[in-house]
Nanobody, 123 residues
Framework: QVQLVESGGGLVQAGGSLRLSCAAPGLTFGNYAMGWFRQAPGKEREYVGGISRSGRVTDYVESVKGRFTISRDNAENTVLLQMNSLIPEDTAVYFC????????????????WGQGTQVTVSS
């Protein structure tokens, strides 16, 4: 069973930065588009952004455009989420997920998930 592993969450002040990492051991990584999602208390899981199998195409939800950047290293089976200019509304548990072939904004389309990492942004 494939298990994705996120790391890099923590507490940061508004305006600060964090970089989340997601490792995908055992996954045929190049066959999967990768997505990042987040879930705040009492809210549904929200799509943050995704990256294509090659890494040439990225997609972001409007609220993070210009602040967040997704990248991947297919040789290392990792995907990164660089988060800059963080705001309190970014506070959530962040998840990475793998979807066979294409980026999708729908959580139900994803085949594998990580356990999540907490990001807390203080004002």
């Amino acid at each position: 069973q494939v298990q994705l592993v996120e790391s890099g969450g923590g507490l940061v002040q508004a305006g600060g930065s964090l970089r989340l990492s997601c490792a995908a051991p055992g996954l045929t990584f190049g066959n999967y588009a990768m997505g990042w999602f987040r879930q705040a208390p009492g809210k549904e899981r929200e799509y943050v952004g995704g990256i294509s199998r090659s890494g040439r195409v990225t997609d972001y939800v409007e609220s993070v455009k210009g602040r967040f950047t997704i990248s991947r290293d297919n040789a290392e089976n990792t995907v990164l989420l660089q988060m800059n200019s963080l705001i309190p509304e970014d506070t959530a548990v962040y998840f990475c997920a793998a979807n066979y072939m294409v980026i999708s904004t729908a959580p139900r389309d994803y085949d594998y998930w990580g356990q999540g990492t907490q990001v807390t942004v203080s004002s």
